[in-house]
């Protein structure tokens, strides 16, 4: 596609149930970002990818949270038992390289808690 | 200490008027330095990148990097409502990581 791709771009879900959120870089680029940006808050970041190894994955905050990617290509971001603090917007952004000097975001996941 | 710190503003100028948005990090190893604009509701997109020191200009946009004191900054030229939007400044650690300040909302008023 033309640029990152993130599905879904809404999600709502029951405190304690599990979510996947997706997120398909440009064609080649092989440096892939998860971020998370609460309302009013700047990006927190969660793992980065360099091909399908993650060589960054300090920002997780939690073990309910993981992420692969697969193929070089589509990520998986996964929180497990969700809590009312995980509300937020979930944003994946791709590279060419690991330089990341010019990486491109994806519209975003709005993920709601209830 | 956060390795970019950055004023959350927010910051409101009339239109025209010149717009410095500034930022500060902790790291003096740290070569590249970048410049998102975040409107609403939308993900970040990348307004101009410098490497080491110097500045480097864009249309109504200079991105000013001054390494002597850790300090990086943006100019917008003759600001325009449709300016307004959230603009947030990043480093790039040795490990390749996008590292970012919280963002200054800014707004442009006609």
């Known amino acids: 596609g033309a640029g990152v791709s993130q599905s879904p771009s809404n999600k709502v879900t029951e405190k304690g149930k599990d979510v996947e959120l997706r997120c398909d870089p440009i064609s080649g680029h092989t440096a892939l970002y998860w971020y998370r940006q609460s309302l009013g808050q700047g990006l927190e970041f969660l793992i980065y990818?360099?091909?399908?190894?993650?060589?960054?994955k300090s920002g997780l905050p939690s073990d309910r949270f993981s992420a692969e990617r697969t193929g070089g290509s589509v990520s998986t971001l996964t929180i497990q038992r969700t809590q009312q603090e995980d509300s937020a917007v979930y944003l994946c952004?791709?590279?060419?390289?690991?330089?990341?000097?010019?990486?491109?975001f994806g519209q975003g996941t709005r993920l709601t808690v209830v | 200490q956060k390795e970019v710190e950055q004023d959350p503003g927010p910051l409101s100028v009339p239109e025209g008027a010149i717009v410095s948005l500034n930022c500060t990090y902790s790291?003096?190893?740290?070569?590249?330095f970048m410049w998102y604009r975040q409107y609403s509701r939308k993900g970040p997109e990348l307004l101009m990148y410098t490497y080491s020191s110097g500045n480097k200009e864009d249309g109504r946009f200079t991105a000013q990097v001054d390494k002597s004191s850790k300090y990086i900054s943006l100019f917008i030229r003759d600001s325009q409502p449709s300016d307004s939007a959230t603009y947030l400044c990043a480093t790039l650690n040795q490990g390749g990581k996008l590292i970012f300040g919280q963002g200054t909302e800014l707004s442009v008023k006609p």
């Open positions: 790291n003096s190893a740290f070569q590249y």
């Open positions: 990818f360099q091909g399908n190894s993650a060589p960054d």
């Open positions: 952004a791709s590279s060419l390289d690991r330089g990341g000097t010019e990486a491109f």
